[in-house]
Each structure stands twice: as C-alpha cells, then as structure tokens.
C-alpha cells in the first residue's frame, strides 16, 4: 500500500469515527446506538473500492465503539463494518460500473450486511429475544444513512476525482 492509500484510508478512519460519535442516539446497552457512521464507510468503499473502505469501516468503526463505551462490541463491529465495506467493494467491482443503480444497488447490500451483522452479534452476546429487537433500530440507522449517501455519492466522487488528478 503506498503513501497515497494510506493517508485516504487514514482520513476515512477519522472520518467514520467522526460521523459515527458526533450523532449518537443510544438504543440500550444490549442494542448500542444509531449513528451515522455508514455513509462515510458507503461513500470511501464507492471512491476508492473494497481495501480502503474495508480499513477505514472496520478500524473507524470500531474505534468508536471504544471512545464511546461499548468495547464489548468493537470487535464484532470491526468485522460487521469490514464486511459491510468489503461485500460492496466486491460486488462494485464484479459489476464494473458507476452506474446509479448499481451504487444503490450496493449500499442496499451493505447496509443489510450491517443489519444482519449485528443481529447475530447481538444473538451471541445477548440472546435471540435481544437480537429480534436490533432489527429495527439497526434498519433505520441503514435507512438514514443510505439516504444521505444517495443524496451526495456523485457530488462526492466529482470531488474526489478532481483532488486525486491534481
């Protein structure tokens, strides 16, 4: 990895544990919180594919988890959130293009790898009765946050492919 990927990948960290803390709406201790760190995580996966924004999910992610309290659950979110980043990456680049549906088509994916991420670390942790009640919260945090993404993906690639020219 040269200089360039890690610097991006080390902004995107910054940036999901930014996003993912300064709005923080807690569930319950056994649920966590909403936030909104995944479109941070959609947005660096679209720009600059599966390997950045797999670090920077993962890493970012679980960062907060840990500033914030919940270190029980940072290493199921360093996996959820890597996954999330990386399904997307892989699928962008098997489909091999930036086409709009395609980008919504893989933030669906995404955010549904979230949601089915922490239900079933929320099965392990705390139980299949616990984990039924993450479906919803964890839904709309991936509702909230795809919708932000939609909004800006394009605006944000234009930006990131000027910066990256010069």
Do not use: H
């Not at 959130?81 to 669906?108: E, I, W």
């Not at 993450?134 to 944000?156: D, E, H």
């Amino acid at each position: 990895m040269n200089t360039k990927k890690i610097t991006t990948a080390a902004i995107f960290i910054a940036l999901t544990t930014f996003f993912t803390m300064i709005v923080k709406i807690p569930v319950s201790p056994a649920m966590g919180y909403v936030n909104l760190g995944d479109f941070i995580i959609l947005l660096s996966t679209v720009a600059f594919g599966p390997i950045i924004g797999m670090i920077a999910a993962a890493f970012g992610s679980a960062l907060a988890d840990l500033l914030l309290g919940y270190a029980a659950f940072a290493p199921f979110t360093f996996v959820v959130k890597g996954l999330m980043a990386l399904v997307m990456g892989l699928f962008l680049k098997k489909v091999n293009n930036q086409k709009t549906s395609t980008v919504l088509t893989a933030g669906v994916i995404c955010e549904l790898v979230m949601v089915v991420g922490y239900y079933f670390t929320s099965v392990i942790l705390y139980g299949n009765k616990t984990a039924i009640a993450t479906i919803l919260p964890n839904s709309v945090q991936a509702a909230v946050n795809f919708v932000i993404f939609a909004l800006i993906w394009k605006r944000f690639l234009k930006i990131t492919e000027s910066m990256l020219k010069n």
